[in-house]
């Protein structure tokens, strides 16, 4: 009987590991560049030192993690660098729910007319231009 018991105990123990031990989700990660204006740095670093909570909510229900956003100033105009981990399975659907949020169209309201965009991506109408990653450490 002790035999069997440790057995099982054994059994149980392999299966709660096996089934804690989760494997990371798939990331994918984004990159983009944009220029900000200079009479709307103040601006734009106030409202991200202050963001509002309906709007990290929607960013996480996106599948959105590890969202930064860097500041530089390259031969006296001022740049910015986003980088953000997404997780989910359907990027383009989740931006589009982003998009159609009251609450972020409000925030894009605010933050929009800060940036300057690169020639290429005011081309096309937008405002940040994709940066391709050349490099990964895990």
């Known amino acids: 009987m002790k035999i069997i018991l440790c057995g099982f105990l054994t059994s149980l123990l392999l299966v709660l590991i096996s089934g804690c031990a989760t494997?990371?989700?798939?990331?994918?990660?984004?990159a983009w560049v944009t220029?900000?204006?200079?009479?709307?740095?103040?601006?734009?670093?106030?409202?991200?030192?202050?963001p509002w909570p309906a709007i990290n909510r929607m960013i996480k229900d996106c599948h959105i993690q590890n969202y930064s956003i860097y500041e530089r100033e390259i031969d006296g105009k001022t740049?910015?660098?986003?980088?953000?981990?997404?997780t989910g399975t359907n990027f383009s659907a989740d931006m589009k729910l982003m998009a159609a949020d009251p609450e972020t169209q409000r925030w894009w309201k605010e933050t929009d007319p800060c940036q300057q965009p690169l020639p290429e991506a005011a081309a096309r109408g937008k405002i940040w231009s994709d940066a391709k990653e050349v490099f990964h450490l895990q």
């Open 23 to 30: 494997s990371q989700p798939h990331v994918t990660r984004y």
């Open 79 to 86: 740049y910015l660098f986003s980088y953000l981990e997404y």
């Open 35 to 50: 220029g900000l204006k200079p009479e709307k740095i103040e601006h734009y670093e106030y409202l991200h030192s202050h």
